[in-house]
C-alpha cells in the first residue's frame, strides 16, 4: 500500500539531500537545525504541493490540514499564537526552490498583523514605531505581491511623506499604514485582509505563483534550469532586525555574510550589515549597508558567535556558504544558508584552496569548476565599471573585448594593421575570402549570422573578438560607413570598442582588463594565486580524461598557439583556407581551365605552396595526428562574387575579357543551394587531379618530415561522404596517390584516410561506410543543419529567437548538440561503425567539440577525442577531465 503524500515538514524533520522536495531553502534550514544553529522555528511546503497547484490551480486538498498542524507546532514552539491580539507570533513566507533563483520569486514577511495585533506588538516589544513599521511593510509587500497593486503607488506615497522611511516616526508611520490600506481599496475594490490564516493561505499561494513570472522565466531559461520544479514555500517564525539598539550587545540588525569573497575567492568573512533594519533591506539596497566587520564593534558578542557559525557551515558544506541573518536584541539569528554563488575568479581560488586544504579531493575540486568559467577568464574584457550604452547588440560569438578602428573590407584592415592600426572589420557576413582581414583585425563584427556563422567559427578559431547578427547595423560598404537603428553613423576610420562576451559594440574606446589566466595556459607558468588555480584544475583534468582534446587549426601559427595550450593534434585542418590571397589567382586558373593541361598546369602551381603548408603544420604538430580535410566548399567560394562582376562590366568603359570570363564560370558554377550542392567528395571526384594534387603535398610534406628526422602522424579525411561508393572511389584515388609518392621516394608512408560523417544518410549506413574508412570525424554543424533542415547563417538571425523564446529549442542545436536527434545520429554512427571495424577512431570536429555540454555527452557516448578551436582547448580539457568524474562517480557540479 502507497504511502500518502506528504506536503509539509517541519525543519526538524528535513536535511540538506531533500533539495528536491524541500528547495534549496527549505533543506538548508533543515540541515541548520539539524546542527544545531539557531535557527528560527517553521515549516516547509513542499514542491509537491506546488506542481500540483500549478497544474490544478488549486492546492492538495491535504494541505491545509497539514499546514494548520505544522502551524499549531510552530505556536506551542513559540509560545504564541498567529496574529493574537497581545505579543502575536508572526511568520515569514518566502520561495524556496530546488536550485537557486535570488530574488526571481517572492517574499512576503510579517503574516499576522492586523489592526488589532499591531498593537499587540507594540505593547509586546515596548516599541511602538517597531510595530508600525512591520505593519505597514506587511501591508506593501502582500498589496503588491498578493493583490497585485503597482509597487510604485506605495513607493509614491512613501516619498510624500520622507525620502527614507526609515526617517519616519511613529505618527508618520500610522498614516501611511492607513494610506497604504486606502490605496489597495481603491486598486482592489477589497480590504487588506485582517484575519491571519487568511493572510498566510494568499502569501503561501502567491510563492506558489510566482514561480511563473516572466523574469522566473527568464532567469530559468538563462541558467537551464527545468520550468517543471515548481518552488517550496518556508513558513519561518519572524525575528525583528529593525527593534533599534538599547545598549551594547543589545543591538539588532540584519546582514548576509559569506564564508570567502564570493567575487574574488580570498579566505576569510565578508558581507553588510544594516542595523534597525528587515533582511529585504539588504537584498533591496534601500540604504546604505555596512561592512559586515563593523558588527564587531556594533556587537562584539554576535559578531564572534556569527564567525564560529560561518565556520561551522563551510565545514559542514565543505564550501563557500552565503547565510542571511538577523540580530535580535543581541540574539543572533541564522535565517537562511545555501552554497554561495561566485564569480569564475572565485570558484578557481574557492576548489583549489579547499582542496589544499584538503576539506575536498582535487576530484571534488574538478568538479566545482567548469569550462564556461575558464573560458571568461581567458578572454580580455572591458572594465566592468564602465556605464557607456552600446551602439548595438548581437550574438556574442567569440568572448572577449577588443577596440579599433573600423573599416569595411579585408584589404583595407590589412593595409592599416601593417601600418600599426588596431581595426575592427565590419561586414554584413564574412567569407572565407575575409580571412586576412580576420587575420589583420583586433575584432570581428558583422549585421548577419549567428554563432556558427562563417565570421564566428573563424573568429573563435583564432580567439579573435567576434560579434555577430547585429541587426540594428545598417553596414554599408560603399559608404565606407554604418548606422545604428538610432541614427548614429560611424564612419571608416572611427573607433568603436567589441564586446565579444556580451555581444555589444560601443562607440570609442572603452579601457580594457587585460587576463592573466590566458598568458598562463599559454606559457604554463602560473602568476598568481588564480592561474596556480587554473594551472592546477587542468592538470587534474589531464590525469583523469579519456578523451583526447585536439584543435581545428589551418596554419602553423595555429598550431603552434594550439599545442601551447594543450592540443594533442589537430582533428581538422581545413584546406581551402590555404587557396586564398596570393593563390586565389592560381585556383582561377584552375577554375577556368579550358582543357586538362591548363588545368594541370594550375594544380601543379598549386602543388608546392600545399606541401609547404602541410610541412608547417606537421612540424608545429610533430608527433601528434593531424587531419587534414580535403576541399571542402563549392569552388564558386573562390571567384569574385557574381553583382559586383556583373556591375563592374555594366561600368566598364571598354572591354574587360578577365571580368567576362570569370561571370561566365560563376554563372556556369551558380547553384540555388550551394552548401547541398557540388562540394566535399563530389568536387574531388568530379573535378580532375584536385583530390591527387591535395593527396600529393600531403605525402610529400610527411616525406620531407621523415626525412628531416620528424614523426608526422598525418590523416587524410574525406568530406561530406554520403554513400559508401563515394569514399571507395576516394580511398582508391587517395591510396594510389600515397604508394606513387611512396615509390618516387622510397619512403614508408602511413596515412590513415577516414571520413566525415556530416549527413544523416552517412550516420544510418554507418557500418557499410566504416568498411572503407579508418577513422570517423563528426562534422556536427552540418551534420546539425543537415538534420534539422535550417541554415546556419540565416537561422539564428530569423526565428531562433522566438524558438527559445517560446521553449521550442532550450538552447540552439549549434550552440550545445541536439542530443535527441543529432546526438542519437552520431550515437548510431559511432556503435555501428565499430560493430563492422573495432579499432574505428572516432571524434568530432563541429563546433560542438569545445562546447561543455556536448564533450559530456561525447565522452558518454564512446568518441576518442574532441576538436575544437584552439582558445577553447583549455576549457575542452577542463569539461572532459569533469566529464569522466561524472561518469565514474554519477555526481555533477550542483552549485
Known amino acids: ?52 497547484y500549478l497544474k490544478t490551480g488549486e492546492e ?68 511602538e514605531r517597531f510595530a508600525w513599521d512591520s505593519y505597514r511593510r506587511l501591508i506593501q509587500m502582500f ?13 509614491q506615497a512613501i516619498a510624500a511623506h520622507t525620502a527614507d522611511d526609515h526617517d519616519l516616526d511613529t505618527g508618520e508611520l500610522v498614516r501611511l499604514t492607513e494610506e497604504f490600506k486606502a490605496i489597495i481599496r481603491k486598486e482592489t475594490g477589497e480590504d487588506f485582509p485582517q484575519d491571519p490564516a487568511d493572510q498566510l493561505a494568499r502569501a503561501v499561494r502567491a510563492v506558489f505563483d510566482s514561480w511563473n513570472t516572466e523574469r522566473a522565466h527568464v532567469y530559468r531559461h538563462r541558467e537551464h534550469i527545468p520550468e517543471d520544479l515548481g518552488t517550496a514555500v518556508n513558513v519561518q517564525a519572524m525575528v525583528f532586525g529593525n527593534l533599534g539598539s538599547t545598549g551594547a550587545s543589545k543591538s539588532s540588525g540584519t546582514g548576509v555574510a559569506f564564508t570567502r569573497d564570493p567575487a574574488t575567492g580570498e579566505r576569510g568573512l565578508y558581507g553588510d550589515y544594516l542595523p534597525d533594519a528587515q533582511g529585504e533591506d539588504v537584498v533591496a539596497g534601500v540604504r546604505d549597508a555596512l561592512p559586515l566587520s563593523e558588527l564587531k564593534t556594533l556587537d562584539p558578542r554576535a559578531y564572534v558567535e556569527l564567525g564560529d557559525h560561518l565556520r561551522t557551515l563551510e565545514n559542514h558544506y565543505r564550501d563557500l556558504c552565503d547565510v542571511e541573518f538577523t540580530v535580535e536584541r543581541g540574539k543572533l539569528w541564522i535565517l537562511q544558508t545555501r552554497v554561495g554563488k561566485r564569480t569564475a ?54 568572448p572577449g573585448a577588443a577596440v579599433g578602428a573600423v573599416v569595411f573590407d579585408s584589404a583595407e584592415a590589412v593595409r592599416r594593421a601593417a601600418a600599426g592600426q588596431k581595426v575592427v572589420l565590419v561586414r554584413r557576413e564574412t567569407t572565407p575570402d575575409d580571412l586576412p582581414g580576420m587575420i589583420a583585425a583586433q575584432a570581428v563584427l558583422t549585421s548577419r549570422g549567428g554563432k556558427t556563422s562563417h ?58 582588463t587585460a587576463s592573466d589566466v590566458g598568458r598562463a595556459l ?40 594550439a599545442r601551447s595550450l594543450g592540443a594533442q593534434g589537430i582533428g581538422l585542418c581545413r584546406t581551402e583556407h590555404m587557396f586564398l590571397g596570393e593563390r586565389r589567382a592560381l585556383v582561377e586558373a584552375m577554375i577556368l581551365a579550358r ?81 547541398l550542392g557540388l562540394r566535399g567528395v563530389r568536387l574531388g571526384l568530379a573535378v580532375p587531379g584536385l583530390m591527387a594534387m591535395q593527396v600529393r603535398a600531403v605525402a610529400e610534406a610527411v616525406t620531407a618530415r621523415l626525412r628531416a628526422g620528424g614523426h608526422p602522424r598525418a590523416e587524410i579525411m574525406i568530406p561530406l561522404v554520403g554513400t559508401v561508393e563515394e ?122 567539440g569545445g562546447d561543455p555540454d556536448s564533450i559530456h555527452f561525447f565522452h558518454r557516448v564512446g568518441l576518442d577525442y574532441v576538436s575544437c578551436s584552439p582558445f577553447r582547448i583549455p576549457a575542452a580539457r577542463l569539461e572532459a577531465g569533469r566529464a569522466a568524474l561524472e561518469d565514474s562517480t554519477g555526481t555533477s557540479d550542483t552549485r
Open 1 to 52: 500500500m502507497t504511502q500518502p503524500t506528504k506536503y509539509v515538514y517541519g525543519f526538524a524533520e528535513g536535511g540538506r539531500d531533500m533539495a528536491a522536495l524541500l528547495g534549496g531553502k527549505g533543506a538548508g534550514l533543515a540541515e541548520m537545525t539539524r546542527i544545531g544553529l539557531p535557527v528560527p522555528p517553521g515549516f516547509t511546503v513542499t514542491t509537491d504541493a506546488c506542481k500540483v
Open 60 to 127: 492538495p486538498p491535504e494541505l491545509g490540514i497539514e499546514a494548520a498542524r505544522a502551524l499549531a507546532g510552530l505556536e506551542q514552539a513559540m509560545g504564541r499564537t498567529l496574529g493574537a491580539p497581545d505579543d502575536p507570533l508572526l511568520v515569514s513566507v518566502r520561495s524556496g526552490a530546488r536550485f537557486s533563483m535570488p530574488g526571481m520569486m517572492d517574499t512576503i514577511l510579517d503574516i499576522g498583523l492586523n489592526d488589532e495585533s499591531v498593537t499587540g506588538l507594540a505593547k509586546a516589544s515596548g516599541q
Open 143 to 155: 498589496g503588491h505581491t498578493v493583490m497585485g497593486v503597482d509597487g510604485d503607488l506605495f513607493e
Open 345 to 398: 575568479e572565485a570558484a578557481f581560488r574557492i576548489a583549489h584552496d579547499l582542496r589544499e586544504e584538503q576539506t575536498i579531493t582535487a576530484d571534488e575540486a574538478l568538479v566545482r569548476v567548469d569550462g564556461a568559467e575558464l573560458t571568461r577568464l581567458m578572454f580580455p574584457r572591458f572594465d566592468v565599471k564602465t556605464t557607456d550604452r552600446p551602439l548595438a547588440h548581437g550574438v556574442p560569438a567569440s
Open 455 to 512: 565570421a564566428a567559427v573563424v573568429a573563435r578559431g583564432m580567439g579573435k573578438v567576434c560579434v555577430c547578427g547585429a541587426e540594428s547595423l545598417g553596414v554599408d560598404p560603399a559608404a565606407r560607413a554604418f548606422t545604428t537603428d538610432s541614427g548614429v553613423v560611424v564612419h571608416e576610420g572611427e573607433t568603436v570598442s567589441v564586446d565579444g562576451t556580451a555581444g555589444t559594440v560601443h562607440l570609442g574606446e572603452l579601457p580594457l
Open 522 to 561: 599559454e606559457t604554463g607558468t602560473a602568476a598568481g594565486p588564480l592561474t596556480e588555480a587554473v594551472l592546477g584544475a587542468l592538470a587534474h583534468a589531464d590525469s583523469v580524461r579519456r578523451l583526447e582534446v585536439r584543435a581545428n587549426a589551418d596554419t602553423p601559427e595555429d598550431a603552434a598557439r
Open 595 to 675: 582543357d586538362d593541361t591548363a588545368r594541370e598546369q594550375a594544380l601543379a602551381a598549386l602543388l608546392p605552396l600545399q606541401r609547404a603548408d602541410f610541412t608547417g603544420i606537421l612540424e608545429a604538430m610533430d608527433g601528434l595526428p593531424v587531419t587534414i580535410r580535403l576541399l571542402d566548399p563549392p569552388l564558386h567560394e573562390f571567384l569574385p562574387d557574381r553583382t559586383e562582376l556583373a556591375v563592374r562590366l555594366a561600368r566598364a568603359t571598354e572591354p574587360d575579357p578577365r571580368a567576362s570570363e570569370l561571370l561566365a564560370a560563376v554563372e556556369r558554377m551558380h547553384e540555388q543551394n550551394p552548401m
Open 727 to 848: 569514399l571507395r572511389l576516394a580511398r582508391a584515388e587517395t591510396e594510389r596517390v600515397l604508394a606513387d609518392v611512396a615509390a618516387e621516394t622510397g619512403t614508408a608512408l602511413d596515412c590513415p584516410i577516414g571520413t566525415m560523417i556530416e549527413l544523416p544518410r552517412a550516420a544510418l549506413t554507418a557500418a557499410r561506410i566504416a568498411g572503407s574508412a579508418d577513422f570517423f570525424s563528426f562534422g556536427t554543424n552540418d551534420l546539425t543543419q543537415t538534420t534539422w533542415g535550417l541554415s546556419r547563417d540565416d537561422a539564428e538571425a530569423s526565428f531562433f529567437p522566438l524558438y527559445l523564446e517560446k521553449g521550442v529549442f532550450a538552447v540552439s542545436p549549434f550552440d550545445s548538440i541536439d542530443q535527441e536527434g543529432v546526438g542519437r545520429l552520431v550515437e548510431l554512427a559511432v556503435e555501428a561503425g565499430r560493430g563492422v571495424n573495432p579499432r574505428l577512431e572516432t571524434g568530432v570536429c563541429g563546433e560542438h
